[in-house]
């Protein structure tokens, strides 16, 4: 079935360093991709998404690229934040259905000043 | 931005008993709302799909007559918990779809999630 798998946190950077979490994803047929993010004692929010390979997400400084060839959608940021600290969701849209979103288990950022 | 709420944010509630948790739409229409569980650092996962005006999906796996949803409005559904007992402590987060967005996946609001505790 459709599943999505990334990096076990917490990652722990010092601000302005660059950031990777990597994401990597099992489906069948061609699942958009998503990213979330979570801030303490909030809501997900759609941080960014890719709908077909190739294809890159941007939003606030953070990018992720759809690599079919990888099954991967790594999110990436050249210079973190102290505000960036927060929960990242990778999830994928499974094909058929009702617009069902997929999570993977989520990953802890936490950024020192 | 569209806003969804929960309420309560955290509750306690001893073996046996019944709790209901609030999920609305602050200032959009959702035909559909998502009701996800969260255990810790586990993935969210998918319990029920609520459709304004008709019964629940439920993902496999999932006990309907335990945690019993309703979707009375377009901006309200509601999850019970019913005979709650401990292994039912968790984090249960709902979203929800505005009913003008379509088929666009990426238009699911979420909530700030609800913390049960069950003693």
């Known amino acids: 079935g459709n599943s999505v798998t990334q990096m076990e946190g917490p990652v722990t950077l010092s601000e302005e360093a660059f950031l990777t979490i990597n994401c990597t994803y099992t489906?069948?047929?061609?699942?958009?991709l998503f990213w979330y993010v979570q801030y303490p004692g909030e809501g997900l929010q759609l941080l960014l998404k890719?709908?077909?390979?190739?294809d890159k997400g941007s939003n606030k400084g953070f990018e992720a690229t759809y690599r079919k060839e990888t099954t991967s959608f790594h999110l990436e940021k050249g210079s973190v934040q102290v505000s960036d600290s927060a929960v990242y969701f990778c999830?994928?849209?499974?094909?058929?259905?009702?617009?069902?979103?997929?999570f993977g288990a989520g990953t802890r950022l936490a950024v020192h000043p | 931005g569209a806003v969804v709420s929960q309420h309560p944010s955290r509750v306690i509630c001893k073996s046996g008993t019944s709790v209901k948790i609030e999920c609305r739409s602050l200032?959009?229409?959702?035909?559909?709302m998502f009701w996800y569980r969260q255990f810790p650092k586990k993935s969210l996962m998918l319990m029920a799909t609520?459709?304004?005006?008709?019964?629940?999906?439920?993902e496999q796996g999932v006990e309907k007559d335990k945690f019993l949803i309703n979707h009375a409005s377009l901006t309200l559904s509601t999850l019970t918990v019913t005979s709650a007992h401990p292994e039912d402590s968790s984090f249960y987060i709902c979203?929800?779809?505005?009913?003008?967005?379509?088929?666009?996946?990426?238009?699911?609001?979420f909530g700030p999630g609800t913390r049960l505790t069950v003693l």
């Open positions: 979203s929800a779809r505005d009913r003008l967005a379509g088929g666009n996946t990426d238009t699911q609001y």
């Open positions: 999830a994928l849209h499974s094909s058929g259905g009702y617009n069902k979103l997929i």
């Open positions: 609520s459709n304004e005006g008709s019964k629940a999906t439920y």
């Open positions: 489906a069948t047929g061609y699942p958009s």
């Open positions: 200032d959009f229409q959702a035909t559909t």
């Open positions: 890719a709908t077909k390979a190739d």
